[in-house]
């Protein structure tokens, strides 16, 4: 009695699993494998909006990543705390690959009402011409 009902117990237990991978599977083919949106034909003019201070090993990627995105009409603006910092190096190479796309500039304006992010967020958005009709902030 007790080997038929450990038998039972261990073959539940392996159909369980095989339906949980077949389960892992099929979610894994269903993300690999999600298709692109099919372009509208509205695509209207974006703002991607990027605040800096310091570096890290990882912002040249992430910034050159911003410029192989498929959408048609965007422009990257990087705005650094200071001349000074250390972001400026990859910022510079970042606008060396796509100078037509990429704009950056100095924070001029440290507001005192919020963080520095916020103040360089705040100046972009009041430089943004008016035919952006989209802002991301990153």
């Not at 539940?12 to 949106?37: D, E, N, P």
């Not at 001349?83 to 990859?90: C, I, K, S, V």
């Not at 037509?100 to 001029?108: A, I, K, S």
Request: net charge negative.
């Amino acid at each position: 009695m007790l080997l038929t009902t450990s038998f039972i117990l261990l073959s539940l237990i392996t159909v369980l699993t095989l339906a949980q991978a077949a389960f892992a599977a099929a979610f894994a083919l269903l993300l690999c494998g999600a298709r692109r949106r099919q372009p509208t034909g509205y695509s209207p003019r974006a703002a991607v909006l990027l605040a800096l201070r310091g570096s890290d090993p990882f912002l040249f990627g992430n910034m050159s990543a911003l410029l192989e995105q498929d959408y048609p009409d965007f422009t990257l603006f990087i705005i650094v705390d200071s001349p000074e910092d250390a972001a400026w190096t990859d910022v510079n190479k970042v606008q060396a690959l796509a100078p037509e796309r990429v704009f950056t500039f100095v924070l001029e304006n440290h507001l005192s009402t919020c963080s520095l992010k916020c103040s360089a967020l705040a100046e972009a958005i009041e430089r943004l011409d008016p035919s952006y009709a989209v802002v991301a902030f990153l």
